[in-house]
Each structure stands twice: as C-alpha cells, then as structure tokens.
C-alpha cells in the first residue's frame, strides 16, 4: 500500500539554524499538507499547497515558514531560523485532489519529523 | 474559526469493555468528519470519515461512529475493545468554506486497554 514518507525522522538543530524537513507523498497525489504537534498539545495545520502554489496558509505560517516541490516526488518544508518554540512533531499528509466532498481528498499522513530546537 | 474539542484525555479500559470517545466541534456550515488513531510509533491513519448521508459510520476494527448535527457531535464507539486498541485517537474536522483541506484537530485521548 502507498505511503508517505518523510525524513528524517528526527531533527535536532541550534536556535537560528536552517531546517529542511523533507516529505514524498503518495505519487498521484496532487495537494499536499504540513501539520505540526507540540507536545501535549493539538495537531495544528500550516500550508497546503497545490499546482506549485501555497493554496492556504494558518497564521503559524509566517515568514520563517516555506514549503517547495523541488522535483517530482518530493514536498519540503524550510524553516529559515528555527526558535525553542518550533520544536514540534511535524506531518506532512496529502490527498489525491481537493474537491469539496468529494471522497478522494481523504489526507493520507506520513510517520513525522520530531524537530528538537536547542 | 472552527475547534474541536475531545473531552477525554486519557481512558483506560479493561479488555471486552465498551468504548465511547467524545468529541465536539464549533462550525456550523457543512463538515466533513474523521477520526484518526495513532498506534505507538506509528503515523496517524483514518480510522473512519462522514462526509454525508448515513450518519452512523462504520470503519475499521469494528469503530463506528454517529454523527449528530444539532449536537455538533460525532462520537467513536466500539462495543468491545482489545488490547491493539491502545493507541491515541483524534477527532478532525473540515468544513466547507474557504478552509478547504485543513483539519482541524481536537487534542486527542489516549486510550489504554489492560489485557
């Protein structure tokens, strides 16, 4: 059965660093999804991201925050300058398409990155 | 903006106990509903989802689910668990407005079952 898969699987990076989380989704998969969880408290979504374009964003998703499909099969997520706050368990999930109701735009979700900020 | 609430944060049962997690949510348009489960190092997986019709929804491992509109509620059951049960369980909702795809995701309850 296909998978989402993402890597790595743990992240420890210094305050300030750079952070590329990186995600292959489903292959025919065409919208695309990062959610984070801190710990102890709720899944919260960041960005979709569709046609190579951000077609939601939640006010986490500030500008220390993007997303890019660089090739064909991946799907990143960079943060630029990481804070103590951003350390977090990060998913990535992606649907087959995005129309309303519509039965194929169940999100699939990958194991997660766990990013630790020091 | 919608939320989701799950009342339990940690049930513990026996084995052959019933099962019943609550969960709540604010929107008042048209939604689509999930719940998820997270086995011990393992990604989350749908469990089961209401997007319309029927709104007793049946899913995998014997979990069903009722959707009621006017309680704004759509609750997990399961008439008897198992020790694989134990795992995290989070409700998710996504309505029909410019929030297309986001989830939105209640804090989850981790439920632990005693062989």
């Known amino acids: 059965e296909p998978e989402v898969t993402q890597t790595p699987s743990h992240q420890v990076t210094q305050m300030g660093q750079e952070v590329i989380l990186r995600c292959v989704p489903i292959s025919n998969h065409l919208y695309f999804y990062w959610y984070r969880q801190i710990l102890g408290q709720k899944v919260e979504f960041l960005v979709s991201?569709?046609?190579?374009?951000?077609?939601?964003k939640s006010e986490i998703f500030d500008d220390q925050f993007s997303v890019e499909r660089p090739d064909g099969s991946n799907f990143t997520l960079k943060i630029r300058s990481t804070k103590l706050e951003d350390s977090a368990m990060y998913f990535c999930?992606?649907?087959?398409?995005?129309?309303?109701?519509?039965?194929?735009?169940?999100?699939?979700f990958g194991p997660g990155t766990r990013l630790t900020v020091l | 903006a919608q939320s989701v609430s799950q009342h339990n944060h940690h049930v513990i049962l026996s084995e052959a106990a019933s099962l019943e997690l609550g969960c709540n949510y604010s929107?008042?348009?048209?939604?689509?509903l999930f719940w998820y489960v997270q086995y011990p190092g393992q990604h989350l997986q749908l469990l089961l989802k209401?997007?319309?019709?029927?709104?007793l929804v049946k899913g995998i491992k014997g979990f069903e689910a009722e959707f009621i509109k006017s309680k704004f509620s759509f609750n997990l059951r399961k008439p008897s668990v198992q020790w694989s049960d134990t795992a995290e369980y989070f409700c998710a909702v996504r309505g029909g407005g410019s929030t297309l795809g986001r989830l939105y995701f209640g804090r989850g309850t981790q439920l632990t079952v005693w062989p």
């Open positions: 929107y008042g348009g048209t939604v689509n």
């Open positions: 999930a992606s649907s087959e398409a995005g129309i309303k109701f519509s039965s194929y735009n169940e999100q699939f």
């Open positions: 991201f569709y046609n190579n374009e951000i077609s939601e």
């Open positions: 209401y997007f319309s019709g029927d709104p």
